[in-house]
């Protein structure tokens, strides 16, 4: 059975810094395009970062520059890296994974549980 489990969030206070990290378990199964995604209360939820199998990443405007994602092939993993934190990024952080069945070219998105991220001093 497929799972995205994330950890790392917290309250952080602003101009702080959190290191999300995601775990893709399971087998049978490639990881294609991985992503961070948030959503706070009262609002939809966003695309806060994507990378591709090969490295290729992209970022939300409100988060460039403060915001690093990076993934770990040999592990499944995702991470995402947040500095200079600001009140405004408060939210449930979710991880997003495209996964590949082995012998398929059929592909399934898999969300995790998310993380709170809380910004506030």
């Known amino acids: 059975q497929v799972q995205l489990v994330e950890s790392g969030g917290g309250l952080v206070q602003p101009g702080g810094s959190l290191r999300l990290s995601c775990e893709v378990s399971?087998?049978?199964?490639?990881?294609?395009?991985m992503a961070w995604y948030r959503q706070a209360p009262g609002k939809q939820r966003e695309l806060v970062a994507s990378i591709t199998s090969g490295g290729t990443t992209n970022y939300a405007g409100s988060v460039k520059g403060r915001f690093t994602i990076s993934r770990d092939n040999a592990k499944n993993m995702v991470y995402l890296r947040m500095n200079t934190l600001k009140p405004d990024d408060t939210a449930v952080y979710l991880c997003?994974?495209?996964?590949?069945?082995?012998?398929?070219?059929?592909?399934?998105?898999?969300w995790g549980q998310g993380t709170q991220v809380t910004v506030s001093s």
């Open positions: 399971g087998s049978g199964f490639s990881v294609n395009n």
């Open positions: 997003y994974a495209v996964l590949r069945t082995y012998g398929s070219s059929s592909l399934t998105m898999r």
